[in-house]
């Protein structure tokens, strides 16, 4: 009996490593060119070591494969370079990890406007930073890493541009030092590593500006603009669980809308929050869906370590076994590490006027706020506009409307990603059988 | 040191190194566009790692391939500026 895991991240390859250690067969399937996620793209020793133990276990790992749907109860349909595939499971774990929170703002669709993630995603794959100026900008501790990754390869970072004040900073590195003096020190190591950056805090994107291409952005910084020449432009708000496959198969989600309610009613910020949403798990990473589990991001944001123990955790579980009171302890640290920085970092109602009337919200179908926002909801926006209707299906404008609007976006439905007809016909039609009809 | 790859953007041949996305060698070979929008505006990768889509290009003749994810083989040839 094989367990499919879905996404050879670090949840992932902790719950292959915990299941095979276990004694049970596992497959991975990713839809990247190799293992390691987001956070390991371009390979790390962490990655290696994964690898190498994983090579000498029952454990076989698919890369540039795509869960896109369904194909019966207990089987999911891929699509892999080779054509489509239908893979079945017995017993499976969602390790489908987090996108990035990206809000529109007057620019943002040129080219080299990238996510703050993006950014290093891209550097990681070889994009040539050397000699660039780049803007970091946005919000949370992803703008240190990006800003890093991009010093790292040569580029020469103009301003990193912190959404949140000095005072809401202040008071999360103290939460840190407190709670999470391992996390203090790391974002010490980074703030030290870029200490030439002109770092403003309570500034933010006012807009982003060029032709065929980025040339400059201007940020808005203690009531005034200030243009800064630039070729990349890495702006992120904080990440989005990939919920989409969870829901496919019916666990029951939080969504974004519900997951801010005790700190909108505590702090008094936004009833919103996409970092705590994410598929509802139990101790065991246990899904409401028979003999699915859930780790890493998808179940809610908390960084690298919450991942690694929620895959682990997950990983004996599905392998039947109890987990660890070791991997326990850690997932509840980095689960309080995720909600300081969901808390701290909540989105500030304040960015909704970055996007002004003729800022594109919806990038696949050029749909512009000023014809969306007289909309009582998504879907009458969507049947009159077509914004979220484009191939990424609301991923990016999804998440920026129910942060502009409150409108609640609907549930994923099949296929979750775009694909080819001869995938789909592969359903209607198995390959079993030869005759197509 | 990874052997390099000759590659074809729009027409050009470019030499890039082995193991590089699309998506950086495309700017390697100075075209920072990737697709077309509906309303003929130039895109590029925007959160690249598979989400959001801006980043399709047709590769090899197939088209809608994300830049962002595929790497580069000696003698792809890429075709930016599709449109839907």
């Keep these: 009996m094989t367990i499919v895991i879905v996404g050879a991240g670090p949840a992932g390859l902790a719950a292959a490593d915990a299941a095979s250690a276990a004694g049970q067969e596992v497959l991975l399937l990713d839809e990247n060119p190799a293992p390691g996620g987001q956070i390991w793209r371009g390979g790390s020793p962490a990655v290696d070591a994964y690898a190498r133990r994983l090579g000498r276990k029952h454990c076989r790992c698919e890369h540039g494969v795509r869960v896109v749907a369904l194909a019966g109860p207990r089987s999911l349909l891929l699509e892999t370079a080779s054509g489509p595939r239908i893979q079945e499971w017995t017993k499976l774990i969602l390790c489908s990890g987090a996108r990035e929170l990206l809000l529109p703002f007057c620019g943002w669709t040129l080219p080299g406007v990238t996510g703050a993630g993006g950014l290093q995603a891209l550097a990681k794959g070889g994009l040539p930073l050397r000699g660039k100026r780049v803007v970091v900008a946005g919000s949370g501790p992803l703008l240190l890493a990006s800003a890093a990754t991009a010093c790292a390869a040569g580029a020469e970072v103009v301003a990193l541009a912190e959404a949140r004040g000095s005072a809401d900073l202040l008071r999360f590195g103290a939460q840190l030092a407190r709670r999470h003096p391992a996390k203090l020190a790391q974002a010490a190591g980074l703030m030290w590593g870029l200490r030439g950056v002109p770092y403003l805090r309570g500034a933010t994107v006012a807009e982003a500006v060029g032709e065929q291409a980025l040339r400059a952005v201007v940020l808005e910084h203690r009531g005034q603009r200030r243009a800064l020449a630039c070729d990349f432009l890495a702006v992120g708000f904080g990440l989005v669980p990939n919920v989409e496959l969870g829901t496919l198969l019916g666990c029951t989600t939080v969504m974004p809308a519900q997951a801010g309610i005790d700190d909108h009613q505590r702090s008094g910020s936004l009833p919103w929050n996409p970092a705590s949403a994410g598929i509802t798990v139990d101790r065991a990473q246990r899904t409401s869906v028979q003999d699915v589990w859930a780790a890493g991001e998808c179940t809610g944001i908390g960084g690298v370590d ?24 850690r997932c509840e640290q980095a ?21 002004r009337p003729a800022t594109l919200v919806c990038r696949c179908e050029d749909v512009s706020a000023a014809r969306l926002a007289d909309f009582p909801d998504w879907r009458s926006a969507k049947l009159q506009t077509r914004a979220g209707m484009g191939p990424c299906q609301g991923r990016v404008c999804g998440s920026a409307c129910e942060f502009l609007y409150g409108w609640e976006a609907p549930p994923a439905h099949p296929p979750i990603f775009p694909t080819t007809a001869a995938t789909l016909a592969s359903v209607a039609a198995p390959a079993t059988n030869g005759d197509a009809t | 040191m990874p052997p390099d790859c000759q590659i074809e953007v729009d027409g050009v041949p470019v030499v890039v190194p082995a193991g590089c996305t699309v998506a950086a060698a495309l700017a390697i070979a100075g075209t920072l566009r990737t697709r077309v929008s509906v309303r003929g505006q130039p895109r590029f990768a925007l959160c690249g790692m598979g989400q959001c889509q801006e980043c399709r290009v047709a590769i090899d003749g197939v088209p809608h391939q994300l830049a962002c994810q595929v790497r580069v083989r000696d003698g792809m040839w890429i075709v930016s500026g599709e449109g839907r």
């Design chain 1, 335 to 355: 689960c309080s590490f995720g909600k300081l920085l969901a808390r701290s970092f909540a989105p500030l109602p304040a960015l909704r006027a970055m996007c």
């Design chain 1, 306 to 329: 919450k991942s690694l123990a929620e895959g682990e955790i997950a990983g004996y579980a599905a392998a039947g076994l109890p987990p660890p009171a070791a991997a326990l302890k």
